[in-house]
C-alpha cells in the first residue's frame, strides 16, 4: 500500500491523518516516517487507533527528534490508542523538552501508568515547552500517586486545557487537585476535565474553594459521572462554582479587550516621534494660542498611572508590559511588509460559509481578512492572539498584593 494514500489534507496540506490505517510496531512507525519525509512542514499529525506500541513510539519519535524531523514544527500530535506506555512516553517527552512549536498533545486510550521516572520526564518536558492542550483520559494504570507526581511539579507557563477524565482518581486527589489549583503555576489553565472518577463532595468543595480565591481563571470545569451525590449540598456548590466560572470568563475577555484597545492610545503618547509633534499639533488645532500640554513632561510614573485607568481589569505587570512594547520603535510594524507577526497563518476559509459564495481563502492582507465568523481559521485573529500573549495580556492577573 502507497503510504501517501494515508495522507489526509483538511483543512490544509499540512494535516497528516493517519487514523486507524492498521500501522502496527515498528513497521508502522516506518511508514509514519517515509509520509512525514516527503512533507515540509506538518501543523497536525494523527496517529489514533493504530497499535504502534512502545517501539512503534520510540522509532518514530527518535526521527522527530533528529534535525530533520524537527524542521518539521508540528503543532498538535494524537497518540490516542497506539498501546503507549511508559516507554513510549519517555520517548515524547524527549521530543517535547524545550519545543516551541507543539501546542497540543493527546495520548488518551493507552496504558500509561506513570512510573515516577515517567512523570518527572513528562513534567520536566512539559514546563519547558509551550504544549497548550494535555489529555491523558482513560490511562487506568494512572493512579492517585501519579497524578501527585505530575501537578505537584506541573509548572507550565503555556498549559490552557488539561483532561483528566477516567484514571479512576479518588478522594485521596481531591486535595492534590485544589493546592495545584490555588498555585500561581495553574495561572494559565482555562479548562480542566474530572470526568468519570471517584471524586466525591468533599473534593467538588475544595476545588471550587481554590478556584474562587486562587489564581487559577479557569473558565471550564468538568465532573461528570463521579461519586458525588446528587443532593441540595451539590447543587449549592454547583451553582457558586456556575457563578465562579462565569466571573472568570468576564475577567479574562476584559483584560483582553483593553489590552487591546490600550495599546494605540499607548503608542501615541509614549512613542517619542509622536509625543514630539504633540505641541505642534495641539496649537493648529486650538482656535486661540493657548500654552500646550506636554503629557511626556510629566513623570513616567504618572504617565503610566494616566494610561492605566484606561484598562482598569489590568494588573500593574500587565499595564507595563504593555506599554514598554508601545514605546519602542522596534515592535512598529513596517509599512512595506505589513503586519510583521510570527508564527501566524493566512485565514483558511470556512467551507460551510464559503461554498456558496465563492469567496476564497484570505491572502493574509488585513484588507481581505475573512474574520473569525467565516474562517476556520483567522489571519487577523491569530496575530491578535499572539500579541497577547506576547505580553502576557491573554488572562486577567492579580497584583501581588492579590488586587486587581
Known amino acids: 500500500m502507497n503510504p501517501g494514500t494515508f495522507s489526509t489534507a483538511l483543512p490544509s496540506k499540512s494535516h497528516i491523518v493517519l487514523h ?26 494523527v496517529l489514533g487507533h493504530n ?42 517527552s524527549r521530543y517535547i523538552t524545550r519545543n ?7 495520548v488518551q486510550n493507552n496504558f500509561i501508568s506513570g512510573s515516577v521516572e515517567t512523570i518527572a520526564a513528562f513534567t520536566a518536558a512539559l514546563n519547558s515547552s509551550r504544549v497548550e492542550i494535555v489529555n491523558l483520559t482513560h490511562n487506568f494504570p494512572f493512579s492517585d500517586i501519579a497524578l501527585d507526581h505530575f501537578l505537584s511539579s506541573l509548572d507550565a507557563p503555556h498549559l490552557r486545557e488539561l483532561h483528566l477524565s477516567c484514571l479512576s482518581l479518588t478522594p485521596v486527589s481531591g486535595p492534590v487537585i485544589s493546592d495545584y489549583l490555588s ?18 463532595l468533599e473534593c467538588l468543595k475544595s476545588i471550587t474553594k481554590a478556584l474562587d480565591s486562587g489564581p487559577c481563571l479557569l473558565e471550564a470545569l468538568e465532573m461528570f459521572a463521579n461519586s458525588v451525590p446528587n443532593r441540595s449540598e451539590k447543587a449549592e456548590c454547583d451553582k457558586r462554582l456556575h457563578a465562579i466560572l462565569r466571573r472568570n470568563m468576564y475577567l479574562n475577555g476584559a483584560v483582553s479587550n483593553e489590552a487591546l484597545a490600550l495599546l494605540p492610545v499607548a503608542r501615541c503618547l509614549l512613542l517619542p516621534s509622536a509625543s514630539s509633534s504633540a505641541g505642534s499639533v495641539w496649537r493648529l488645532l486650538s482656535p486661540r494660542p493657548v500654552r500646550p500640554f506636554h503629557f511626556r513632561g510629566l513623570p ?15 494588573s500593574a ?14 515592535t512598529l510594524p513596517s509599512l512595506e ?3 510583521a507577526f510570527p508564527d501566524t497563518h493566512p485565514c483558511v476559509s470556512d467551507p460551510t460559509a464559503t461554498m456558496m459564495s465563492g469567496v476564497p481563502a484570505c491572502s493574509g492582507d488585513p484588507r481581505t481578512c475573512l474574520g473569525p465568523g467565516k474562517s476556520l481559521i483567522c489571519g487577523r485573529e491569530e496575530k491578535r492572539t499572539w500579541w497577547l500573549e506576547r505580553v502576557g495580556c491573554d488572562r486577567y492577573e492579580l497584583n501581588d498584593t492579590g488586587q486587581a
Not at 505587570?317 to 522596534?330: G, H, K, L, M
Open 51 to 92: 497499535p504502534l506500541g512502545d517501539e512503534g513510539i520510540v522509532k518514530l519519535f527518535a526521527y522527530l527528534c533528529s534535525d530533520v524531523g524537527r524542521k518539521l514544527n508540528i503543532e498538535e500530535i494524537s497518540l490516542n490508542a497506539t498501546s503507549l506506555g511508559d516507554v513510549g512516553l519517555n520517548a515524547v
Open 337 to 339: 511588509l505589513g503586519l
Open 100 to 106: 516551541h512549536f507543539l501546542k497540543g498533545l493527546h
Open 183 to 200: 498555585s500561581r503555576r495553574s495561572a494559565a489553565l482555562k479548562r480542566l476535565k474530572l470526568n468519570g472518577n471517584q471524586l466525591d
Open 317 to 330: 505587570r500587565q499595564a507595563i508590559r504593555i506599554f514598554n512594547y508601545a514605546s519602542s520603535p522596534a
Open 20 to 45: 486507524d490505517t492498521g500501522l502496527r510496531g515498528v513497521t508502522g512507525a516506518q511508514t509514519v516516517i517515509n509520509v512525514l519525509s516527503k512533507s515540509r512542514t506538518v501543523k497536525i499529525l
Open 300 to 314: 513616567i510614573e504618572l504617565q503610566y498611572h494616566i494610561l492605566s485607568c484606561l484598562a482598569p481589569n489590568l
